[in-house]
T-cell receptor, first 114, second 110 residues
């Protein structure tokens, strides 16, 4: 298996632009998680899905952030409009309810908002 | 108070040293515990689970004290390749949702 796939790996954009981050979880995993990591705040859970349904979005910072999972093999995290304080590394992770709770992370998307 | 607290370090140790990291968690209902490792500019990866009786994996030993809500990781005979950030992780409630500490940075030097 290729593991969790994220795209793009790097994104530089200007304040006010829309940003879309993409994730393909490991095949067969029924949980998908979006995290944000910064030096100041560490790794923060933004939202997670189970069987494509959002379960907990309490970590989503504000209405500018939205996430979707239209099918078991694809999810997006959208920021519109983006702001400089959104600059961070965004990780997607997946896990299986039949496993031992181990989450497998993608390589992350490094987002810079100018 | 943060759900999972760790000393951020950095811990700078010579090669071959023994080093220990500690972590405390706030929710007494937490049921599973882990240590993840994150290399610079990489994603976190599971290092080991932490069991109530304590467990060992080669040079790494993890221990859990539920009464004190305290988790530890001991690394013996540290190698240069052990240099990384070690994240204390807790599972609380259902749903495979993990809570990560901010991590402890380890630098192993010649």
């Amino acid at each position: 298996d290729a593991g969790v796939i994220q795209s793009p790996r790097h994104e530089v954009t200007e304040m006010g632009q829309e940003v879309t981050l993409r994730c393909k979880p490991i095949s067969g995993h029924d949980y998908l998680f979006w995290y944000r990591q910064t030096m100041m705040r560490g790794l923060e859970l933004l939202i997670y899905f189970n069987n494509n349904v959002p379960i907990d979005d309490s970590g989503m910072p504000e209405d500018r952030f939205s996430a979707k999972m239209p099918n078991a093999s694809f999810s997006t995290l959208k920021i519109q409009p983006s702001e400089p304080r959104d600059s961070a590394v965004y990780f997607c992770a997946s896990s299986s309810s039949g496993g031992d709770n181990e989450q497998f992370f993608g390589p992350g998307t490094r987002l810079t908002v100018l | 108070r943060k759900e999972v607290e760790q000393d951020p370090g950095p811990f700078n140790v010579p090669e071959g040293a023994t080093v220990a990291f500690n972590c405390t968690y706030s929710n007494s209902a937490s049921q599973s515990f882990f240590w993840y490792r994150q290399d610079c500019r990489k994603e976190p990866k599971l290092l080991m689970s932490v069991y109530s009786s304590g467990n060992e994996d080669g040079r790494f030993t993890a221990q859990l004290n539920r009464a004190s809500q305290y988790i530890s990781l001991l690394i013996r005979d540290s190698k240069l390749s052990d240099s990384a950030t070690y994240l204390c992780v807790v599972l609380t409630g259902g749903g495979n949702k993990l809570t990560f500490g901010t991590g402890t940075q380890l630098k192993v030097e010649l």
